[in-house]
């Protein structure tokens, strides 16, 4: 996918946090857009900036209130 920059990884195995992360918050909504009409995502997915990684994600809420800035 466009702006794919490789994974961001938070926390410690097992219970680390591995998103993908993009250079630029229109690639990360892209990716966001075509993983919602495939359905494979929920709905209430959003995209955020990264507090470790400064780059862009999208995912559930609870994981953006964690990993996100605010």
């Given at each position: ?21 993009y250079d630029s918050q229109k690639h990360a909504q892209e990716a966001l857009e075509i ?36």
């Amino acid at each position: 996918m466009k702006g794919d920059k490789g994974i961001c990884i938070f926390g410690e195995a097992p219970y680390d946090i591995r998103k993908t992360k993009y250079d630029s918050q229109k690639h990360a909504q892209e990716a966001l857009e075509i993983h919602l009409s495939l359905g494979v995502i929920p709905k209430s997915s959003i995209v955020y900036k990264c507090k470790v990684c400064k780059m862009w994600h999208f995912g559930i809420e609870e994981i953006s209130g964690i990993l996100g800035k605010k």
